[in-house]
């Protein structure tokens, strides 16, 4: 079945082998549950593409349910049908991933038909025009969104002109000039077996997961020929998108650590103590006292060369500065003293309790084995995550607030305020 080494693994670790292509298979077996999850991750997504490639590869996650050299579009949706659970796709920042979640009965099956469908997918240009206006439809249909309309201005106004800073899915007129070429070359540089990991979990042997992995996916061939960009420079900007709605749409915040900073757990834990529930800050004081808003959050969005650290509110258009101000010092009160023992420990509880109710899914399972696998290089292991997370101090998550929210934020809103409105925050 053409396999190759095998990494290493504790006990009950995840499996991980090397096959001759180079194509890494990584599989838990999991007797107890009712299913089998089986996801592809490959090393493609909207972090890779150049400016007049702006939303190919969500746009190519698509063509690969349009038909393959073995099956029309109209054969590979009978047969995904006719599986039963569930076949299906996403694309972000760093990765796009394929994936079936089925009764075991039918799980090599559908490994061999997502096999076929990232091996052998034909990419015909009459498919290829009849799918761009669905995504166009997707993309009018977020755009229409405020909250994802203000998620999209805060990225740009965060990373300007980097690819960081574009929509994963593109804009309508990035989408409409995308040319097919685009797609065979994001195709054929990044779906690559050496980028790319098959991650298998639920009620299946290690051996026999391993065994229709290398069959399925044995004459994969090729090597990635493309690298992600330098890491963004980041300076604060302040933006607006004047829209005449009810609620105004109010993001801020900053660059925060990324994948493979050593802080990214101390900014996880800041994020979630500042906006990560109820009890948290930003939900007390916006929220409960002063009755500003009814969604309010603060997040941590981690990526290969960067992060951000931000906070979400939706208010009443008259309510912005006021709520960015709040916003603000409760940012500021983090850097300024450490954060009590108690609040600390109850962020700890939220992110644990996220990581560990999540390991009771087989398809939960394969999408973190394939990630880890695919971004860091290896499967860590959630007691070294929670490690990682009981080492944080108070005093560390004071000296990162210090280091990232003493100096001025970038402000985004969509709305019907204006850009003046919120300098200063």
């Known amino acids: 079945m ?9 006990r009950g670790a995840p499996r991980v082998v090397a096959l001759h292509n180079g194509l890494r298979v990584a599989v838990e077996s999991m007797p107890q549950a009712y299913s089998v999850a089986i996801t592809v991750w490959v090393g493609a997504g909207s972090h890779y593409e150049t400016a007049d490639e702006s939303g190919a590869s969500h746009f190519l996650e698509h063509m690969l349910f349009k038909g393959t050299a073995n099956r029309s579009g109209r054969e590979l949706a009978a047969q995904i049908d006719g599986l039963g659970g569930e076949v299906n796709a996403s694309t972000s920042r760093d990765a796009t991933v394929y994936y079936a979640r089925v009764l075991p009965e039918v799980w090599q099956e ?13 990419l015909e240009a009459e498919d290829v025009e009849r799918e761009r206006q669905v995504i166009l439809e997707e993309v009018r249909g977020e755009n229409e969104n405020p909250e994802s309309a203000g998620q999209d201005l805060f990225d740009a106004t965060m990373w300007d002109t980097h690819a960081l800073g574009r929509p994963v899915a593109g804009t309508e007129a990035s989408v409409a000039a995308v040319p097919p070429e685009a797609l065979r070359r994001i195709r054929a540089e990044l779906y690559t077996p050496d980028n790319a990991i098959v991650a298998v979990a639920g009620r299946v042997t290690v051996a026999e997961a391993l065994s229709v992995a290398g069959q399925a996916f044995g ?3 090729g090597t990635r020929q493309r690298a992600l960009p330098p890491p963004p420079a980041y300076a604060p900007r302040v933006a607006t998108l004047r829209r005449a709605i009810d609620q105004a749409q109010l993001f801020l915040g900053c660059a925060a650590p990324g994948l493979h900073d050593p802080n990214r757990h101390a900014a996880t834990l800041l994020a979630v103590a500042l906006g990560g529930g109820t009890s948290s800050r930003l939900f007390q004081r916006i929220r409960e006292d002063e009755g ?17 650290l931000g906070v979400y509110a939706g208010v009443e258009p008259a309510r ?48 973190r084995i394939g990630e880890s696998q695919l971004l860091l290089g290896q499967v860590v292991p959630p007691e070294q995550v929670l490690a990682s997370l009981s080492a944080v101090q108070p005093e560390q998550i004071q000296a990162l607030a210090q280091q990232l929210l003493a100096g001025p934020l970038t402000v985004a809103a969509v709305g019907p305020m204006r850009r003046v409105d919120l300098m200063g925050v």
């Not at 053409?2 to 504790?10: D, L, M, T, V």
């Open 292 to 308: 500003l808003a009814y969604s309010v959050e603060a997040f941590h969005e981690i990526y290969s060369t960067a992060g951000l």
């Open 110 to 122: 559908a490994t061999f038909l997502l096999a076929d469908m990232l091996l052998n997918a034909r």
């Open 219 to 221: 004459a994969w061939s």
């Open 2 to 10: 053409g396999q190759g080494r095998a990494a290493s693994a504790g």
């Open 320 to 367: 912005v500065r006021r709520t960015a101000l709040i916003a603000r010092e409760e940012m500021l009160r983090l850097a300024q003293q450490p954060l009590p023992d108690e609040e600390l420990a109850r962020a700890r509880a939220q992110v644990r309790s996220s990581l560990l109710l999540g390991l009771e899914s087989p398809v939960e399972r394969a999408m």
